[in-house]
């Protein structure tokens, strides 16, 4: 069983930035790709970006290239999102996500997902 907690957000003014972590417990955090999803008001939860275990490899939603940054620590149980020239747009709850694969969380079907933190950009 795997235990995911978001912290670091909150509300920030557009093109400011904000870093999210993600803290997983257990003793197979390196084993696992791991990711972030985020859901806004009346939207379905859409994909933002996900990091492997192996090489490592990243993958970004066109919505975020170039302005987000997704990376891992295994000695910290961490993954972070940092992200960058905020939008409006990009206000939503943000939830971090771990699979067994890379795949099972670029496709949006991770097997852990963690309860999420509020991101508000204002204009």
């Known amino acids: 069983q795997v235990q995911l907690v978001e912290s670091g957000g909150g509300l920030v003014q557009a093109g400011g930035s904000l870093r999210l972590s993600c803290v997983v417990s257990?003793?197979?955090?390196?084993?696992?790709?791991m990711g972030w999803f985020r859901q806004a008001p009346g939207k379905e939860r859409e994909f933002v970006a996900a990091?492997?275990?192996?090489?490592?490899?990243?993958t970004y939603a066109d919505s975020v290239k170039g302005r987000f940054t997704i990376s891992r620590d295994n000695a910290k149980n961490t993954v972070y999102l940092q992200m960058n020239s905020l939008k409006p747009e990009d206000t939503a709850v943000y939830y971090c996500?771990?699979?067994?694969?890379?795949?099972?969380?670029?496709?949006?079907?991770?097997?852990?997902w963690g309860q999420g933190t509020q991101v508000t950009v204002s204009s």
């Open positions: 257990g003793r197979t955090f390196s084993s696992y790709a």
């Open positions: 990091i492997t275990w192996s090489f490592p490899e990243t």
């Open positions: 996500a771990a699979g067994t694969t890379g795949r099972l969380v670029i496709t949006g079907a991770p097997n852990y």
